[in-house]
Nanobody, 120 residues
């Protein structure tokens, strides 16, 4: 039983930075992926970045070079450092945890989301 809680969203001017945090409570399987998704009004939820439990990362093309995902396993926390923000980055950002067993996803947890608004 795992619960995720995002924080760090808010209003930021274009070009500015924000750092999102997601804290996972409960027991987490050793093999897992922490993911950030975002969903803009009227649009589908898209994967932004992911972090594996062995240090791998992946990014959507739209955020490569601007966003960095990282994690602190001791704190069960994943971060999304967002730099050079654009109005197009405005969305609700969701934290997602996928636990794996024998290379198969076993369970999927979602946070409630945190609003990021990029506007002058």
């Amino acid at each position: 039983q795992v619960q995720l809680m995002e924080s760090g969203g808010g209003l930021v001017q274009p070009g500015g930075p924000l750092r999102l945090s997601c804290v996972a409570s409960g027991n987490i399987f050793a093999v897992n992926q922490m993911r950030w998704y975002r969903q803009a009004p009227g649009k589908q939820r898209d994967l932004v970045a992911l972090s594996t439990s062995v240090g791998g990362t992946q990014y959507a093309d739209s955020v490569k070079g601007r966003f960095t995902i990282s994690r602190d396993n001791a704190k069960n926390t994943v971060y999304l450092q967002m730099n050079s923000l654009k109005p197009e980055d405005t969305a609700v950002y969701f934290c997602n945890l996928v636990e794996f067993k024998e290379n198969t996803p076993l369970v999927d947890y979602w946070g409630q989301g945190t609003q990021v608004t990029v506007s002058s």
